[in-house]
């Protein structure tokens, strides 16, 4: 698919502060900007321990100050926002003409916020650990010892990264051993594993301080589309790009993009779906042309970070150039409306046998394929952590619900509580998506892992309808000697 590299292009009748156009080539949802609220603009500086000037033009100057800065302000509870001379002025709230929703308060409930506090605290003091254990100079790069980024963490999540291959792995307890940081330290971890750092000289302050970044624009507030969503499709990833047709055949730039696309393909996901932002009139899908708008907007977010942090500024410009655009062609893969087109395009090469790993094209597609799987792999895991999903993604189809009844908007398919329940929207979800994509994937990679994945998929969908039809309850479910484990479910 060839996608090309454009700063989008908004119609003129849309009013869309300079500066937010102007960050990172792509529009955030992210508290920075005024679109989505931020009464306060103190606000401003909590982002990412972000410090905003405002410059003669009144556009924001956001320099984002890592580390000790962070620390500090979060420590002494400073707000560092520095005014220009020409003052402060307030800025538009509201991100539409016709209906205004802040999309900062759509998961900002109370249970929400305070856990989100106390987990940003964690993280802090986690990062600040890391900063004592590298000291690395600015500059530093493959040469230095690589082990090191890793000591930061505890030996609990020292060990569990040793089976990060494992389709068992547990990213919520990852998760929390890591402070919140799993999608930094998982992602880190791989692509060292890889040996990618090396192979690409890449500056790992610079890639420290995108993973970062990365991980931050993430809105914890979301339910199901937050950091460790992505954490999770970067692990399942690592298990696919393992698989022997993969392993023999991807090059070491297939490798990176592929784990790349797969942490930064929901970046700054506002919680709500395509649908969503098109009937409300969202500036954004009119950005988009109402076309994958999300995964448009999460790959400008994704090409505007490692622009900002100059990750690849070392390497020939038409080599990174090429390498944002094929990132652009792995997320927007992602969308799920576009899964027929993918999944026919996958069944005729495997009817005809005439994939050619050998050909970049080829390998691409098949990189597509993996980060589509990575993406809705949920129920093909182990029961516990599959229904741990399924709660999630509900709870964020349902809140969005109430909104739209709030604002009297049809209520999206999926998104009524009072039409639907976790099961019934698990099964659909896996005869008519998962499915058909995963027996595509086994026909393709016939392997002990996708066998284990199928064999989760069918006891989920069992469990599921169980408890749909009150022929099982949740504590038959709880004890894992109650269920059969796909065979090879221990695969690591
Ligand atoms: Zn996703």
């Not at 580390?67 to 003052?87: E, T």
């Not at 026919?344 to 090469?349: E, G, L, N, V």
């Not at 009150?470 to 004890?479: C, F, I, N, T, V």
Request: aromatic residues 10%; proline residues 4%.
């Amino acid at each position: 698919m060839e996608v090309c590299y454009q700063l989008p292009v908004l119609p003129l009748d849309r009013p869309v502060p300079k500066h937010v156009l102007s960050r990172r080539g792509a529009i955030s949802f992210s508290s920075s900007s005024s679109l989505f609220g931020a009464p306060d603009p103190r606000q401003l500086s909590q982002r990412r321990g972000a410090i905003s000037y405002d410059s003669s033009d009144q556009t924001a100057l956001y320099i984002r100050m890592l580390g000790a800065c962070v620390i500090f302000k979060q420590l002494f509870s400073r707000d560092v926002r520095v005014r220009s001379q020409a003052g402060f002025e307030p800025e538009r709230r509201g991100s539409h003409p016709y209906l205004s929703i802040d999309f900062q308060t759509l998961h900002s409930r109370a249970e929400y916020s305070g856990a989100a506090t106390g987990r940003k605290i964690r993280r802090l003091f986690s990062f600040q650990r890391h900063l004592h254990s590298i000291r690395l100079p600015q500059g530093t790069s493959y040469s230095t010892p690589l082990h090191i980024l890793d000591e930061d963490y505890t030996g609990q999540a020292k060990c569990m990264l040793e089976k990060v291959g494992s389709w068992n792995f547990d990213i919520f307890l990852f998760d929390r051993l890591t402070n919140g940081n799993s999608l930094v330290t998982l992602t880190f971890h791989l692509l060292n594993r890889f040996g990618l750092i090396e192979l690409f000289q890449l500056d790992m302050v610079k890639l420290r301080r995108f993973l970062v970044l990365v991980q931050d624009d993430y809105h914890s507030q979301n339910p199901y589309h937050n950091a460790v969503h992505a954490a999770d499709v970067t692990q399942a990833m690592y298990c696919y790009l393992k698989e022997p047709k993969l392993s023999r055949s991807l090059t070491s730039c297939d490798i990176l993009l592929g784990l790349l696309a797969a942490a930064t393909h929901d970046l700054d996901h506002p919680g709500v779906n395509q649908p969503f932002l098109i009937k409300t009139d969202h500036y954004l899908a009119a950005l988009y042309r109402n076309s994958s708008v999300l995964e448009n907007h999460h790959w400008r977010s994704a090409v505007g970070l490692l622009r900002e942090t100059e990750l690849f500024f070392h390497l020939p410009a038409d080599d990174w150039l090429n390498m944002e655009r094929q990132l652009g062609s792995l997320i927007l893969a992602t969308d799920i409306s576009r899964q027929n087109e993918y999944l026919s395009k996958f069944r005729t090469h495997l009817d005809q046998e005439d994939l050619c790993l050998g050909s970049a094209g080829d390998r691409h597609f098949v990189l597509q394929m993996a980060l589509k799987c990575a993406d809705i792999c949920n129920p093909c895991r182990p029961w516990e952590l599959s229904k741990q999903w399924s709660e999630k993604v509900t709870e964020e189809f349902f809140h969005q619900g109430e909104i739209e009844k709030q604002h009297k908007l049809e209520v999206s398919p999926l998104c009524d509580n009072q039409a639907n329940t976790i099961g019934n929207i698990q099964i659909g979800f896996m005869t008519y998506v998962v499915e058909p994509l995963f027996a595509e994937w086994a026909r393709f990679s016939d392997t002990r892992l996708s066998q284990t994945m199928l064999g989760h998929l069918g006891l989920n969908k069992a469990s599921w309808s169980g408890l749909q039809t009150g022929s099982m309850d949740e504590s038959d479910l709880e004890e894992p000697a109650s269920r059969t484990s796909p065979q090879g479910s221990q695969e690591s």
